[in-house]
């Protein structure tokens, strides 16, 4: 319970309001201090809101090329990994909880990567917030059910990407699999490639959900809007993140 909500507090908007509210605390003694915050807090929320900053953001993350199909990079590579994202505790319209759109972005993948290699999948996962069935399970049976394939392997008690890592591993190990295609969207690919490496394999990336530069700059590219505010969360996140794993070695 107490990882969410540091994770929340961690990241924007909710940073910005604890610093808006430490400016009013401050503005009470030291006037201006507390108005020049308020003002740094109010053009840092405009900024991460607007599509150009939230995609230069993210491009900063997009260190991996897409896979081309006919990509020597594929020789020899023995299974797809493809790992979870998000999933939909409740959806009534399933009955219950299923994958959530990133997760789905990437199943999608992987199923094309599948039908141009017919190398078998290992999806991985574990149970996500409050969702009682792992992600793991949800994405086969949606790779099942929505793609019409079958996930050789499923990898369900993971909780973060080290975990996916290590614990692919350990169903992939005595396989014989060394060499995989790593599925996952760009932004999160600079992060995911070291961990699976320093897990034992050899990583091939293939990368998914790309955000684009917008090609021509126009006032809307500068309007704030929630889907640059969501683009701008990710970005920090996993710029967070790979600071994590930097310090403690992950």
């Known amino acids: 319970m107490i990882y969410p909500i540091l994770k929340a507090l961690a990241l ?3 940073t910005l309001f604890l610093v808006a509210v430490v400016a009013l605390i401050i503005r009470q003694r030291w006037r201006r201090t507390g108005d020049l915050l308020l003002i740094l807090t109010a053009v ?6 607007t599509p150009v900053v939230s995609a230069l953001l993210i491009r900063g993350l997009h260190q991996s ?3 081309a199909e006919a990509s020597e990079q594929i020789e020899g590579v023995e299974a797809i990994v493809v790992l979870s994202a998000d999933v939909l505790e409740t959806a009534p ?6 994958v959530g759109g990133l997760t789905l972005q990437r199943l999608r993948y992987g199923a094309h990567l599948h039908r ?7 999806v991985t996962g574990g149970s996500l917030g409050n969702a ?7 994405m086969a049976k949606s790779l099942e059910e929505d793609f019409g394939l ?9 909780l973060n990407t080290s975990e996916n890592a290590v614990r692919s591993a350990e169903i992939l190990e005595p396989e014989g699999v060394r060499r995989i295609l790593l599925v996952t969207h760009a932004w999160h690919m600079p992060r995911a490639v070291p961990l699976f490496k320093y897990a034992g394999f050899e990583v091939v990336p293939a990368p998914t959900g790309f955000i684009t530069f917008p090609s021509d700059l126009t006032l809307e590219s500068f309007l704030p809007s929630s889907s640059g505010l969501s683009v701008s969360w990710f970005a920090v996140y996993e710029y967070l993140g790979r600071l994590r794993d930097l310090i403690t070695g992950a």
Request: proline share 10%; charged share 10%; glycine share 10%.
């Open 12 to 14: 924007p908007p909710a």
């Open 44 to 49: 840092c929320f405009y900024l991460l809101c």
């Open 65 to 67: 090329e897409p896979l």
């Open 93 to 98: 319209e399933y009955g219950g909880a299923t």
């Open 116 to 122: 141009l290699t017919g190398l078998p999948i290992l």
């Open 132 to 138: 009682e069935t792992a992600a793991g399970a949800l």
């Open 150 to 158: 079958s996930a050789r392997w499923q990898e369900t008690a993971s």
